[in-house]
């Protein structure tokens, strides 16, 4: 996966302008992500998924990233998403998955309303806000609530829904994450899911911890901004000079303690996360639920890494200067991806609290850690 995910990279790179302006993924890189698999990377065998391991999704997703932020956000979602495959019932797998170019978008949180109807299924109504990768996703993963029964996730085709134009925003412009509208569509049951539930597959990829997955799914777009963010200061630093000075960029004594401090800190904050994907994945593979202890290592360092990503790009656009403020100035571009990240209620400084009651050993609802 990492050498296709890795071209894929060069062609987000490529068209990293033309995929913001649309406010949707360029279609040669649509293309390319298609073609590499990495869309439905979390597909059960039977619906001609590898079993990849958690790892091996969200590198890909990263790798991606580097490329072009919002091009390895769109990977992480779709990932993510196929992963419900496996908590839907085999008929309506098949029906969201079955043919081989279908890409799924989702929001899992309840903000719909559900009614179950006679003979079966439910009627969902109501609007979802960041649906990221709608453009080019055929289903939404919508959440609700159903009436006397509690949270579920209906799979809704797109063409059953009202996609609204309001994606206008600083940063991850290209994930073209619109809101939905759902006026009384009918679903049926074998398309109607609880996450909560768990999967119907006991493979180790679905038993790790999905809610953790997802964190991590924002958090490795990030880390992977942030290496293109170090990446695109290198390559300015080898010749900008300052007005009046004989150095370049690169020889300034300020420019090398940043660059080194930065990788110091993007490092880290890496290695947090796949310790603690590791971790789990090892606990995936056992007969036990997946501890509470490494589920809370998983929200830590997902969070930790978006914000630690952040500031990374931070330096590296105050380091551009005046060159990186302008349009077409690939710095400012990682700036504001970055700190639109930031924002994703599953990393933002709240998203600590979770972590810190665990840690303070306080009563704390973990069913969606």
């Not at 006397?148 to 412009?173: C, M, N, Q, S, Y």
């Not at 370049?248 to 940043?258: G, P």
């Not at 990682?334 to 924002?343: G, I, L, Q």
Request: with cysteine; proline share 5%.
């Amino acid at each position: 996966m990492f050498e296709s995910a890795a071209a894929v990279a060069e062609v987000a790179r490529e068209f990293a302008r033309d995929t913001e302006a649309a406010r949707a993924l360029a279609p040669p890189v649509l293309a390319a992500a298609k073609d590499a698999g990495l869309l439905r990377s979390g597909l059960p065998v039977e619906l001609g998924g590898t079993l990849a391991t958690p790892e091996a999704i969200l590198r890909s997703a990263e790798t991606v990233a580097r490329g072009d932020a919002s091009a390895g956000w769109c990977v992480s979602i779709a990932a993510t998403s196929s992963l419900l495959a496996a908590y839907l019932p085999p008929e309506g797998a098949q029906e969201v998955f079955g043919p081989p170019d279908v890409v799924a978008a989702g929001v899992w949180a309840p903000r719909g309303k559900a009614r179950a109807v006679d003979g079966g299924g439910i009627v969902v109504f109501g609007r979802w806000a960041f649906c990221s990768g709608i453009p080019h996703a055929d289903w939404l993963f919508a959440g609700c609530v159903l009436d006397g029964v509690g949270p579920r996730v209906a799979a809704i085709p797109k063409a059953e829904l009202e996609v609204l134009d309001t994606w206008r925003t600083g940063g991850l412009r290209g994930t073209g994450s619109h809101d939905c509208v759902a006026r009384e569509v009918f679903v049926p049951e074998h398309r109607v899911l609880s996450v909560l539930d768990g999967p119907r597959d006991d493979s180790p990829l679905y038993r790790f911890p999905v809610f953790g997955f997802f964190a991590l799914s924002i958090a490795v777009a990030a880390l992977g901004n942030a290496r293109g963010a170090v990446d695109d200061l290198t390559a300015l630093a080898v010749d900008k000079r300052s007005t009046g000075s004989s150095r370049t960029l690169a020889e300034r004594a300020q420019t090398q303690a940043e660059v080194a401090r930065a990788e110091a800190s993007l490092r880290a904050a890496r290695l947090l996360v796949f310790d603690a994907v590791d971790r789990a994945w090892q606990e995936a593979q056992g007969t036990d639920p997946v501890s509470e202890s490494a589920r809370t290592g998983l929200r830590l360092a997902a969070t930790h890494a978006t914000r630690t990503s952040a500031e990374v790009v931070t330096s590296m656009y105050d380091l551009g200067a005046g060159a990186a403020i302008y349009e077409d100035s690939p710095l400012q571009r990682r700036f504001r991806d970055a700190h639109t990240a930031t924002a994703h209620f599953q990393v933002n400084p709240a998203s600590y609290e979770l972590a810190g009651r665990l840690l303070l050993g306080l009563p704390t609802r973990t069913e969606q850690l």
